[in-house]
Structures are given as C-alpha cells and as structure tokens.
C-alpha cells in the first residue's frame, strides 16, 4: 500500500540525497486520539517489524481499550502506567518515512500535570497536530495545548477533529469546531491552520480519503504532512555556537559545534560576537572528512585563517550580521521544578552553549491560558507560565525566540540539584539607564582595612528560630569589640522594623529579606567592618546567593543547631 503517488526514479535519488525531515507534535485534550493517531499512521506506513506487529497484537488483548480489535495506541505508549491507564504520561518520539518525506513525531501527555512534558516535544517540533474529540468540542486543555504551541514558535496547525464516526462524520460538527477554534486562535499568530475530519482508529482521511466525508475538499492528513512547507533555517543567517575548542597539538586548533542556523562555507568571513574580532574559515571537518560548506543541523570542526580569542559559549556569525548581547531581559518562562520560583533567586542559565548565573529579578504576570488574561502572581508554581525579567552575572549572546530557538530559548537549571527548574523564550532585552555607572572611588576597602587594623568579613548565624543566633552575635560582637575590632550586628527582628519592615513572611518575602540583607552586609563588609548577621535564611540558595554576592574569601556561615 502506497500513501502517495509513486516517484520518478530521479525524484527518489534526489530525496536520498537531501532527505527533508519534518518534526511534528501530537497534542491535545486528555483521550482525544492523539496515541492512536500516530500507531495509525505506523500501521499504514508498513514500517512495523514482525515482532512489532506480534506484540501489538498481545498487548491489544491484555491491555487494549478496543475489544478484539486492534489498539494502535499501545505502539507509542510504552510505560507500564500508560498502558494500564490509558493514557500518555512521557513523550514518545517515532520515526516513520513515506516516498516523499522522513518524520519525527512526539507525543505528548494532555493532562494539565504533564505540561512540562508537552512543552519538551513542543520545543523542537516544526508543526503541530492539535487533536480535538469530535465528540467533545474545543476543551480547556485543548485551548492550553493551543496556546504553548504558540508560545513554542510553532506556526504550522494541524486541527486534527478526531472520532468523526462517532458523531456520524456529520459536516455541521466538523465547521463548529473550526469555527470554534478559529476564533479563539486569532491572537495566537499560526501562519495556517489546517482543519482536516478523520478517524484516527478506523483510517478515514488519514492516509486515504474517506468515503464518508464528501463534503471535505481538503488534503489527508498525510498529504498535509508530506507538502507543508517550513521556512528552512539554512536560508538565514549563520549561527555556530562553539560547543568544543579542540587541539590535539600545537599545529591545530579547531572550534567544534552545530550549525544551529544558516549556512557556513570555506572562505566565509566570521565574527565572534563577545570579542568583535573576525576571521576567514580556512577548513571545515564534518564526521566524514572534510568538506567545502555545511548547513543548519550538521556538526562540525571548523578552522580560522588566523588566532583569535575563542572558547566555549562563544558564538560566531557572518560579518556583515553581528547579533546582540545582554545582561539584563524580559522572558516567558514556563516552570518545571517542584519547588516554586521567587524573584530575588539565582539559577544557573544555559542559552546554546553558553552557561551564567541568573537572577530572577521580577515576575511580572502569570497566563492564565484558558482565558489568556494576565493574572498578578508573587511565586511561580509547576506548569505555570509567566512574563519574567532576568539580569545575568555576565553579557549572553541572543536573539528573541521569534527569531531564533538556538539563541532565544534557554533552560534554568537548580545549583545544588541540578534539576532543570524552567524553560524560557527571550521577548525582548532590557536596556538600563545609560546615565548609571559603577563610581571608581579613591578609597577602596584595602584602605579602610589597613585604617581598621583588620580585614573586613560577614560572619552569617543561621539556624531555626530560637537557637540562639542573636545571642551568639551578640556575645561574639562583644568579644571582638573589646579587642579593638570594628563590628556591627545585623539583626532579623531589628532589621524588619526599618529596612524590611514592608516585608512578610511568605516563602517571596524571605527570599527579598535575605537579598536585602545581604546587599546591606556587602557594603558594611566594604568598609571594612565585622559583619555578624542572625537570620533563619531556611533557604540554601539564598545562602549561597549571599556568599557569591560578599565573596566566599570573606563570607563565613555559622550553623546553629539545638538538638
């Protein structure tokens, strides 16, 4: 069985040659088809092994949710709870081909708990297939799905109105809906939307036009598939991240990465954005030996015609097209950690190849994307999406995510669990006030510690409420001011009765505290003073964004414990 119209000897070796791989998602409400529809399509393909097909039809009968018929759902749900649930919980990705095209699809989880999941299949998918139970109607996870597949860059729609032989395959059902969605798509900015009746389980216009939808005109869902056109990345602008700088021996030094973007070839002029400097590629090595241009998506070493400064992070791009950098941005962050994200944190940022550290300096809002309204939030919770601005430790290379994926889309990463906490998509930079500037005094804090006799440090008490951190201060202050040392006490319940005194106890509002705190013993630090401070500060991250704020040469945490 064929799916498409046979190709012409040529046509086949010019596909060989240059296979054009299409990335698709399946998504949608929770039971909507969207497991069955990509085993149909498995199925249909003839792509299945004997084995496969032998299991299938056990685990049809053990775990199938269609009587004695075969359940093409079980081909991409692999996980022992998927199976006995019925439904998807991780993303599957398959790779299937026709005469025309090579695929790879994920299928990702509809329930609201899983959104992280679907945000993941979503980030490198070029098209999207949002299945809708015809039977059901436009559903709130349906109108979520919708939404993250816009804010994931993806334009191209597949409005996939399954289960129409449950509903008789009756034209009226199929325009409600699409109408439906229609015009509650009108803000999401999709290039084209593509209504298309099919059952996913019987077949009907999948891969073959149904009989029972003469009134539909329109392509079957693998024709959509097989002649969408997506902008290709290799038409824009170079973008090479240097992942590796290899030198085996002193005779050669190599940068090593993926084109990310565009097109890079032997000759080429190239700019490293951090540093400005330029120089020609003399080589390029793929996997395979040496060639004379690459494009987006191979991996590569490439060489320069001279020595310049270049390491890992670092990111090249044409000459005559320098992108920008920043230290300061607005983002749309979508949270993935269990713990919730406050403004005042540090996180690690990863963006391409290039690591920092981060601070999440505000929240502006958080979607609520059954409605798409703006909703005032103080923490961001699992699967929350929120508006955020960001200030890096040090300038990023970047692009927004509308323009670039490589350079516009990032991950936060926990320092201490090294659990990815959140995935972000730049909007747009920050640019600070151009009139403030760091003041180069005369006096620094070697001056002022040579005046004092002694070095300056923060001395950090911490432990529950009642140990005895105050007390410990205190009597230590005592002892060191009798010596002749130069001190001063920071204390919680006298600090929130000026400097904080706007501030509560909600998990945010000790996060701020301890900023503040800090920020205030940095500088008393800097003139050389004995900092003691006695907080609760229950948060390790908040410790830690405390010592790299002071120094850790001269930041000493003291544990009080009371057993």
């Not at 998602?25 to 909507?32: A, E, F, Q």
């Not at 992280?116 to 490198?124: E, K």
């Not at 060639?291 to 670092?314: K, N």
């Not at 010596?483 to 945010?508: H, M, P, S, V």
Request: hydrophobic share 40%; charged share 20%; proline share 4%.
């Amino acid at each position: 069985m064929e799916l498409t119209a046979p190709l012409s000897a040529k046509e086949f070796l010019q596909g060989e040659q240059q296979p054009d791989l299409l990335r698709f998602i399946t998504c949608g409400s929770v039971d909507d088809g969207k497991s069955t529809l990509i085993g149909r399509l498995l199925w249909d393909s003839r792509q299945l092994f004997d084995d496969q097909l032998a299991t299938l039809s056990a685990d049809s009968k053990k775990h199938g949710t269609q009587g004695e018929d075969i359940d093409f759902a079980l081909l991409v749900d692999g996980l022992a709870a998927e199976r006995e649930q019925g439904i998807t919980i991780d993303v599957a990705y398959r790779f299937f081909s026709t005469t025309r095209r090579k695929f790879i699809v994920a299928d990702t989880p509809g329930h609201e708990q899983y959104t992280r999941n679907m945000v993941t299949g979503a980030s490198t998918a070029q098209v999207a297939i949002l299945l809708v139970d015809a039977s059901q109607g436009l559903l709130t996870q349906t109108r979520r799905h919708a939404y993250l597949v816009s804010l994931m860059g993806i334009r191209h729609v597949v409005l996939a109105i399954n289960k129409m032989d449950r509903m008789h395959f009756q034209s009226a059902v199929f325009h409600s809906i699409r109408e439906a969605f229609d015009t509650f798509a009108q803000d999401l900015h999709f290039t084209e939307i593509c209504a298309i009746p099919l059952s996913a389980l019987k077949g009907d216009n999948v891969t073959h036009p149904s009989e029972a939808t003469p009134w539909y005109p329109g392509p079957t869902l693998i024709e959509y598939l097989e002649t969408v056109t997506v902008p290709p990345e290799r038409e824009r602008g170079l973008i090479f991240p240097v992942q590796w700088v290899n030198r085996p021996h002193s005779d050669f030094r190599g940068f090593c990465g993926t084109v990310e973007r565009g097109r890079v070839r032997v000759g080429d002029t190239l700019r490293v954005t951090s540093s400005g400097q330029t120089a020609q590629v003399s080589a390029l090595i793929s996997p395979s030996g040496p060639v004379s241009e690459a494009f987006c998506g191979d991996a590569l070493t490439l060489t320069l015609s001279r020595e310049i400064d270049i390491s890992r992070g670092d990111v090249l791009s044409p000459q005559n097209q320098p992108l920008e950098t920043t230290d300061h941005f607005e983002a749309t962050l979508v949270w993935m950690g269990e713990e919730p994200g406050h403004a005042g944190r540090t996180y690690a940022l990863k963006l391409a190849t290039q690591w920092t550290t981060v601070t999440l300096t505000g929240i502006k809002y958080r979607v609520d994307i059954n409605t798409l309204s703006h909703e005032a939030t103080r923490n961001l919770a699992l699967n929350d999406i929120c508006v955020c601005t960001l200030a890096c430790a040090k300038p990023l290379t970047f692009d927004t995510y509308e323009n670039s994926r490589a350079l516009g889309g990032f991950i936060l990463v926990d320092r201490f669990t090294h659990a990815t906490v959140a995935a972000g998509m730049i909007r747009h930079t920050l640019r600070r006030a151009q009139n403030v500037h760091r003041q180069s005094l005369t006096i620094h804090q070697a001056d002022r510690e040579r005046l004092n006799g002694h070095r300056g440090c923060v001395i950090w008490f911490t432990g529950l409420s009642g140990s005895g951190k105050s007390t410990l201060a205190n009597t230590l202050e005592m002892e060191l001011h009798a010596q002749g040392k130069r001190t001063y006490i920071l204390d919680g319940d006298n600090i929130r009765q000026g400097l904080n005194k706007d501030l509560g106890f909600t998990e945010a509002d000790r996060v701020e505290n301890i900023r503040r705190v800090a920020e205030v013993a940095k500088l008393m630090c800097d003139a050389g003073l004995v900092v003691m401070t006695a907080f609760i500060s229950p948060f390790r991250n908040e410790r830690e964004m405390a010592r790299d704020l002071i120094g850790a040469e001269q930041f000493i945490e003291v544990y009080v414990s009371t057993p």
